[in-house]
């Protein structure tokens, strides 16, 4: 009987769960020991205990360029070249890492910056050039220094923008408090379904990023429904969380699509972006 005939009887025997045993256990070890390097790296690499930043692989990054490539309609290469562009903003950089050192808050920020997802709510910006963006939920400022990047350029190209920023907490947004950045965001402190209700110019572009439970992410989305303008892009940070945007997206007759990030030598799975149009 030869080596592969005994695998294969091996296989069709009641001893079958015990054979492959070490292999399962050898397989799980791996990705185990993985996953528990990369949390002690982060454990004392890291200063970060929520909203937590990183790079996205490789490969996530291309798919994160076909997905925008897909809801906006544009060509690949373009959506690459606005990542492109965000990457090598070294004035941007240098700021947000600055800020970062300045701030009272430096004991639980990392100064190097890290976009993730970012890099398409930016390429997003850049391919639909909306006069009104609405970012519900700041935290530090780093997606709103993102968006108002993206304005920015679309200014400098003949298409302006200004971005509405709203958080809870009084102290967010301190990454964004400085010019040229500063001069295209208006901050609204306060809970963000009353301040959705008080906005008074059309939205072209709305991002869920602030209170992530099921109840909340409704209430804005019923609160932003009023206040769209024609064709205007949803968008949700909490897609690998809740199917509210999707749901959103059937009632209303609109287009859905879900990506969902793959963070580089991280322990955090990651989220996504939901995207209704
Ligand atoms: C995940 S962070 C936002 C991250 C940010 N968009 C970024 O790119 O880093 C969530 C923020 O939502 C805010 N938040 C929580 N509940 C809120 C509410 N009811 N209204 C407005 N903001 C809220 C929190 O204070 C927190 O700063």
Excluded at 156 to 184: F, K, Q
Aim: positive net charge.
């Amino acid at each position: 009987m030869s080596v592969a005939d005994l695998r294969r009887a091996v296989a069709a025997s009641r001893f079958a769960p015990v054979a492959i045993f070490p292999k399962r256990a050898a397989r799980v070890a791996r990705h185990d020991a993985q996953v528990v390097g990369a949390s002690v790296r982060w454990l004392f690499g890291s200063r970060e205990h929520h909203n937590y930043t990183y790079e996205l692989t490789r490969r996530n990054r291309n798919h994160l360029a076909w997905y925008v490539a897909a809801v906006c309609g544009v060509p690949v290469a373009e959506v690459r070249g606005w990542f492109a562009e965000l990457e090598g903003d070294e004035q941007l950089r240098r700021h947000i890492a600055a800020a970062t050192v300045a701030s009272s808050r430096r004991g639980l920020a990392d100064r190097t910056v890290r976009y993730g997802r970012r890099l398409g709510w930016y390429a997003m910006v850049r391919a639909r050039r909306p006069a009104h963006v609405v970012e519900a939920g700041v935290d530090k400022g780093l997606g709103t220094c993102v968006l108002a990047a993206a304005l920015l350029r679309n200014a400098e190209e003949g298409h302006p923008g200004r971005l509405t920023g709203m958080d809870i907490n009084p102290a967010a947004g301190y990454l964004v408090d400085a010019a040229p950045w500063s001069g295209v965001v208006d901050l609204m402190i306060g809970d963000s379904v009353a301040a959705i209700r008080s906005l008074d110019t059309p939205v072209e572009l709305f991002l869920h990023d602030s209170d992530h439970s099921v109840a909340h992410e409704r209430a804005e989305l019923a609160a932003i429904s009023g206040k769209l303008a024609p064709g205007a892009l949803l968008l949700t940070d909490n897609v690998t969380l809740t199917d509210v945007l999707a749901r959103y997206a059937e009632t209303t007759d609109r287009r859905f699509l879900a990506f969902t990030e793959r963070p580089a030598r991280h322990w955090y799975p990651g989220d996504g972006i939901g995207a209704a149009w």
